[in-house]
């Protein structure tokens, strides 16, 4: 089992920034590849960035590409998401999970853990 708790959401105007953590517990946090996701109100969980284990590989969906940037640092048992330039459409609870597959997904039925999110609030 892992257990996952993000922190860091919050109130944001538009053009600013914050950074999510997320803090890992249980088994070997660097065996897993770790995700963000969102889920706006009355729309479905969408796949924001994933990183790999070494933190050698990230991935990002194309909206958020050049404005947020996944990072873990596997000594504290945490992966960040420092978002930049944030617009209200960020808005959504964030996310953050756990695959133990060897290649990264944008899928989240693939994780396997995940936390119980942080909401993210950017106003115009």
């Known amino acids: 089992q892992v257990q996952l708790v993000e922190s860091g959401g919050g109130l944001v105007q538009a053009g600013g920034s914050l950074t999510l953590s997320c803090a890992a517990s249980?088994?070997?946090?660097?065996?897993?590849?770790m995700g963000w996701f969102r889920q706006a109100p009355g729309k479905e969980r969408e796949f924001v960035a994933a990183?790999?284990?070494?933190?050698?590989?990230?991935y990002y969906t194309d909206s958020v590409k050049g404005r947020f940037t996944i990072s873990r640092d596997n000594a504290k048992n945490t992966v960040y998401l420092r978002m930049n330039s944030l617009k209200p459409e960020d808005t959504a609870v964030y996310y953050c999970?756990?695959?133990?597959?060897?290649?990264?997904?944008?899928?989240?039925?693939?994780?396997?853990?995940w936390g119980q999110g942080t909401q993210v609030t950017v106003s115009s």
């Open positions: 249980g088994r070997t946090f660097s065996n897993y590849i």
């Open positions: 999970a756990a695959d133990r597959r060897v290649t990264i997904t944008t899928r989240s039925k693939e994780y396997d853990y």
């Open positions: 990183i790999s284990w070494s933190g050698a590989i990230t």
